[in-house]
């Protein structure tokens, strides 16, 4: 079965919260490191133009931090803990549906990342950055992309064999993040291959949608049209890493240690 019983999840969401709050290194790497680097919007230059502006900086890297560590780690971790504990095996002997498991493991890793990514918002806004200038596009992109590392987690869970091995399993994973991030000052040769990163697609429709960025090295200030037609190239990237992480999720998805 594959519906979803929206009490059912609650609940289960609401146990794995308060797991997550009782764990003091589980709530510092997945609740408030996220929001850290928005500290970095005090010194923010106005306006942000250019590619090495500060502000696009500080929002780029706490959307990523928020990506990487409440959903992606975060719910890697779960799931390979709850997995050797028969927690899993358990559930499913239920009356939850495998959807009900997995998206009551995300929902919170979601939460705090979605709020990071609202509070981030009025935070640039207060240190002197302009409002995006495509929320909906905005809006989409943080979506996808915690969407994407979430079936990354899903995926990666299923090769790794215990919660202190996650640290090792998932360091492909933020790696492929964080180069498309910093790429971003790479020589154009380069960036070619790079950009099809999903961190590079992630980090170029956040200056796209937010600061009306141009891709590449030009830097080129866009309208509100124009942020449209530049987001096609990297939201096509970042789509088809979000259908690749999914598809090896479900190929790969274990319910039970190895034997």
Do not use: H
Request: aromatic share 8%; proline share 5%.
């Amino acid at each position: 079965m594959t519906t979803l019983s929206l009490s059912r999840t609650a609940g289960l969401a609401r146990a794995n919260a308060t797991l997550v709050l009782r764990n003091r290194l589980t709530l510092i790497y997945g609740v408030v490191l996220p929001l850290l680097p928005l500290g970095l919007l005090l010194v923010g230059d106005s306006g942000s133009e250019g590619s090495g502006g500060a502000g696009a900086a500080a929002i780029v890297t706490a959307l990523m931090m928020a990506a990487l560590f409440p959903v992606f780690y975060n719910l890697l971790s779960q799931l390979v803990t709850r997995r050797d504990e028969l927690v899993l095996k358990r559930l499913r002997t239920g009356e939850s549906t495998d959807a009900e498991i997995i998206t009551s493991l995300a929902l919170p890793g979601f939460a705090v990342a979605l709020a990071t990514a609202v509070v981030a918002v009025p935070l640039a806004i207060a240190f002197g950055q302009d409002a995006p200038l495509n929320p909906l596009l905005y809006a989409v992109t943080v979506v996808v992309t915690l969407l994407m590392f979430a079936a990354f987690a899903l995926w990666t869970a299923a090769w790794t064999r215990n919660a202190e091995a996650a640290q090792i399993t998932s360091m492909p994973v933020i790696l492929l993040a964080v180069l498309g991030q910093v790429a971003i000052g790479f020589p154009d040769e380069v960036r070619r291959f790079t950009d099809l990163t999903p961190g590079a697609a992630m980090t170029d429709l956040v200056r796209v949608s937010w600061f009306g960025m141009e891709t590449g090295s030009t830097a080129q200030t866009l309208d509100l049209g124009g942020t449209w037609a530049a987001a096609g190239r990297p939201m096509l990237v970042l789509v088809a890493w979000a259908v690749l992480a999914a598809y090896l999720a479900r190929r790969s998805m274990r319910w039970e240690p190895r034997s």
